[in-house]
T-cell receptor
Framework: DAKTTQPNSMESNEEEPVHLPCNHS???????IHWYRQLPSQGPEYVIH???SNVNNRMASLAIAEDRKSSTLILHRATLRDAAVYYC??????????FGEGTQLTVNP | KAGVTQTPRYLIKTRGQQVTLSCSPI?????VSWYQQTPGQGLQFLFE???????NKGNFPGRFSGRQFSNSRSEMNVSTLELGDSALYLC????????????FGNGTRLTVT
């Protein structure tokens, strides 16, 4: 199973940037890195995904290390609504999709 | 586009009973996967269906089964319920390509008493 490592929790202040790290040392060259987040009482929500170069969308940015063994999800200006558990995952063809424990992000007003 | 719909939203069953959960994917999506989420174990993969065929399976006992219909809607069945089956059951749909994003429903909260 594809395995990632994330900090259990992180804290940020409202309107400040947040950098959520993820290690994925066993990733292969063709696996995309995906990020999801889960708010209480809801299913996970897709945030962003990428392969090699940095990616941006309306929700966040994804910075991928040159060796692809780690990545960072960047929330440019955290809001209270961004408080959630953030999951970093990748799926190797033929393997079972595995979500780790994720990072619980707390945003302080 | 309508999102992924799971029914029912909440369910209470007693030990030994069986239960069927339903998932309607986003229109056009051919892959549906199922997950069990508990506080202790996190989010665990149950199985994935693509074009009515089970394509991948997690490490769950045979009491957990599923199927997918020609319109891509999927059902999950759990027989002989145990207390430990109490969990949030989530389904996700995607186009089915390996790296395509997953779109999750809000889950069915199953309580076994």
């Amino acid at each position: 199973d594809a395995k990632t490592t994330q900090p259990n929790s992180m804290e940020s202040n409202e309107e400040e940037p947040v950098h959520l790290p993820c290690n994925h040392s066993t990733i292969s060259g063709t696996d995309y890195i995906h990020w999801y987040r889960q708010l209480p009482s809801q299913g996970p929500e897709y945030v962003i995904h990428g392969l090699t170069s940095n990616v941006n969308n309306r929700m966040a940015s994804l910075a991928i290390a040159e060796d692809r063994k780690s990545s960072t999800l960047i929330l440019h200006r955290a809001t209270l609504r961004d408080a959630a558990v953030y999951y970093c995952i990748y799926l190797t063809s033929g393997s079972r999709l595995t979500f780790g424990e994720g990072t619980q992000l707390t945003v302080n007003p | 586009k309508a999102g992924v719909t799971q029914t029912p939203r909440y369910l209470i069953k007693t030990r030994g009973q069986q239960v069927t959960l339903s998932c309607s994917p986003i229109s056009g999506h051919r892959s549906v996967s199922w997950y069990q989420q508990t506080p202790g174990q996190g989010l665990q993969f149950l199985f994935e269906y693509f074009s009515e065929t089970q394509r991948n399976k997690g490490n769950f006992p045979g009491r957990f089964s599923g199927r997918q219909f020609s319109n891509s809607r999927s059902e999950m069945n759990v027989s002989t319920l145990e207390l430990g089956d109490s969990a949030l059951y989530l389904c996700a749909s995607s186009s089915g390509q390996t790296n395509s994003p997953l779109h999750f429903g809000n889950g069915t909260r199953l309580t076994v008493t």
